[in-house]
């Protein structure tokens, strides 16, 4: 078996020497990669079909003829003869011919061996390397088509931005209008994919400051707030209060728990706290519970918290303050199984830090949806430069927003969500654009078009 070794750089090159050298018809044995260059076995397509079997039909496959080389008997006179021959003088004699001496047997000869077969050994060897060139080659060829679509996709993308730079470039020109909307919202916090829908949308007849009213009138229509109070406290049920830690779910407890007792009393309300690793958690919210006069209640785990619950099912209002994890724990979705299968109907409410960036606050909503959220209560109003992550957030996952906390008070800090308000605190005091005339047709081309935009109401 006369194999090969080929040795280049990479593949094709390899492939060209290969059939320089033994032919279209060779047999590619193996192919790998060896010390940053491309090795390949092959063998020539004649070697290869004469170690291949051949089958019963084949003249190759018929066994050798058997020679018989032993003396034949004497023909008969009448029987033609096969070979023209010399006539041979007739000798006529008078004498008796001497007896002949008897004639030894002939020994029959052997016959010759049929060529040894192939080792199936051997033949085993050759399908798995052949069989192994086929994979590899097929592991190649994938892996190139990889390579190639990631490049295609990346090229399209790179058109695609830079198409729509142009024609957003083309839009400043034409309506300038646009490009003041546009500009307000990044800088009160919108998402650049908001930003440019709400842009994308924008009636061509309005220009300046009734541009920019428009623009707040279709954000805080999108804003789905609780009218009163009376969908929450009147109508009662157990609420548990989550997100990640420091958003201020205690506090907030506390504000909700003092509303509760000041119009259905202290009775009619009760306090659990499934916060037993943070230290003071439970001591914090025992305090506020005290100065209301109402029972705090500690659980651990599930069991711990079907059973609380069985036992305060006479209770009109009945709020859970839960413990802070990490939006990207795995906790996360054992508190809301938790949550979820203790056999009575808890609403979750979510506490969104208003200081917290657009992706985060996406990610945290994300990680706590689960089967869904009863509603939203931004906090920390008062520590936000910009309020306009959390609205976005808020629009885009279609959130029902319920209250609005902007300090520490129990219960002063505490506000129904108005979305006008909102809205118009967004856009207070925004004296410096965070992007330029040059900037934004970049930022705007880059921007992915989200789904969720789909069902933005204009009127």
Not at 127 to 147: H, I, R, Y
Not at 223 to 229: S, Y
Not at 313 to 342: C, F, P, W, Y
Not at 397 to 424: I, M, W
Request: a neutral charge; hydrophobic letters at 45%; aromatic letters at 4%.
């Amino acid at each position: 078996m006369n194999v090969k070794k080929f040795t280049a750089p990479t593949s094709r090159e390899a492939l060209r020497k290969v059939r320089e050298a033994l032919g279209p018809d060779a047999v590619i044995l193996s192919n790998r990669a060896v010390d940053g260059a491309v090795e390949i076995l092959a063998l020539a397509g004649d070697d290869a079909a004469a170690l291949a079997p051949h089958s019963p039909d084949s003249p190759m496959s018929a066994p050798a003829p058997h020679l018989d080389l032993a003396p034949a008997a004497p023909a008969a006179d009448h029987a033609p003869a096969l070979v023209s021959q010399p006539a041979a003088p007739v000798v006529r004699a008078t004498a008796r011919p001497a007896p002949s001496a008897p004639r030894a047997p002939a020994r029959p000869i052997a016959p010759a061996p049929a060529p040894a077969p192939v080792p199936a050994m051997d033949m085993d060897r050759i399908s798995s390397l052949v069989a192994e060139a086929v994979a590899s080659a097929k592991a190649t060829a994938a892996a190139e088509m990889t390579s190639m679509m990631s490049e295609l996709r990346a090229m399209r993308g790179m058109m695609e931005t830079q198409l729509n730079e142009l024609a957003f470039a083309n839009t400043q020109q034409r309506e300038p209008h646009k490009t003041v909307v546009l500009r307000e919202l990044l800088a009160a916090g919108f998402s650049a994919s908001l930003a440019r829908y709400l842009t994308d949308k924008l009636p061509a007849t309005r220009d300046g400051a009734e541009a920019l009213q428009w623009m707040r009138t279709v954000l805080a229509r999108n804003i789905n707030a609780m009218a009163n109070e009376d969908a929450l406290l009147e109508k009662g049920g157990v609420f548990a209060l989550v997100g990640p830690t420091g958003v201020g779910k205690t506090t907030t407890t506390a504000k909700l728990a003092a509303r509760c007792v000041m119009r259905h009393g202290a009775e009619k309300l009760a306090l659990i706290t499934t916060d037993a690793y943070r230290i003071g958690a439970h001591e914090q919210l025992r305090i506020y519970g005290k100065i209301l006069g109402v029972m705090v209640h500690s659980v651990k785990d599930e069991a711990d918290l079907r059973i609380a619950l069985n036992e305060l099912r006479n209770k009109h209002t009945v709020l859970i303050d839960t413990v802070g994890v990490s939006q990207r724990d795995q906790m996360v979705a054992e508190q809301v199984a938790m949550l979820q299968g203790v056999g009575t109907d808890v609403q979750r409410i979510l506490c969104m830090n208003a200081t917290s960036t657009q992706e985060t606050l996406s990610e945290v909503v994300r990680a706590y949806q689960g089967s869904g959220l009863a509603g939203a209560i931004i906090t920390k109003l008062d520590e936000a430069a910009s309020i306009g992550s959390a609205l976005d957030v808020v629009i885009r996952h279609k959130l029902r927003l319920f209250y609005a906390s902007n300090g520490q008070r129990v219960p002063e800090d505490l506000h129904l969500a108005d979305p006008a308000a909102l809205v118009g605190r967004a856009f207070g005091g925004q004296a410096v654009p965070k992007y330029g005339d040059a900037e934004l047709p970049l930022l705007v081309a880059g921007a992915a078009h989200d789904p969720m935009l789909r069902e933005v109401r204009f009127g």
